[in-house]
């Protein structure tokens, strides 16, 4: 999947990455996408999407961020809501909140916020056991 690295971020091969704002390249607004997107520019506004977004060392992002799975090499101001995983490498500065099941900190990143852990899925339901009805801890008959 990963085609190599560039400044400790991955960096997907050709063929898996859907988009890429450059180093140099500045852009404000709503991006929405599928896939894989690198940010190596500037951008400020909105993020959202169900795939992998990549924020390398040279980036400044400003924005509200909600995706599938974040890794983070540069700078990032705002939140980050990742349904899946973020990961802070060691050249990630990020001010704002984190919400995610998942949290990777490389040593040396810095990271100024609150992070809120969720879950993956919703607790399982109550679940009956084929032999009858739930037993009472601590007893080998069946609850009354």
């Given at each position: 999947?990963?085609?190599?690295?560039?400044?400790?971020?991955?960096?997907?091969?050709?063929g898996?990455?859907?988009?890429l704002?450059g180093?140099?390249?500045e852009?404000e607004?709503?991006?929405?996408?599928?896939?894989?997107?690198?940010i190596d520019?500037?951008?400020?506004g909105?993020?959202?999407?169900?795939?992998?977004?990549?924020i390398?060392?040279?980036a400044?992002?400003?924005?509200?961020i909600?995706?599938?799975?974040?890794?983070?090499?540069?700078?990032v101001?705002g939140?980050?809501?990742?349904?899946?995983?973020?990961e802070?490498?060691a050249s990630?500065?990020v001010?704002g909140?984190?919400?995610t099941?998942?949290?990777?900190?490389?040593?040396?990143?810095r990271?100024?916020?609150?992070?809120q852990?969720q879950?993956r899925e919703?607790?399982?339901r109550?679940v009956?056991?084929?032999?009858g009805?739930a037993?009472?801890?601590?007893?080998?008959?069946?609850?009354?």
């Open positions: 999947m990963i085609g190599g690295k560039k400044n400790n971020v991955p960096v997907p091969t050709s898996e990455l859907n988009a704002l180093q140099g390249s852009f607004g709503k991006l929405s996408f599928e896939g894989t997107v690198r520019g500037t951008f400020r909105d993020i959202q999407s169900q795939g992998l977004l990549m390398g060392e040279s400044v992002v400003e924005a509200e909600l995706v599938d799975t974040a890794v983070i090499g540069g700078e101001r939140n980050i809501t990742a349904k899946s995983k973020i802070l490498q990630a500065r001010t909140n984190l919400s099941p998942a949290l990777v900190v490389k040593e040396g990143a990271f100024d916020g609150q992070c852990m879950n919703r607790p399982a109550p009956t056991l084929l032999g009805p037993q009472q801890e601590g007893s080998n008959s069946p609850a009354p």
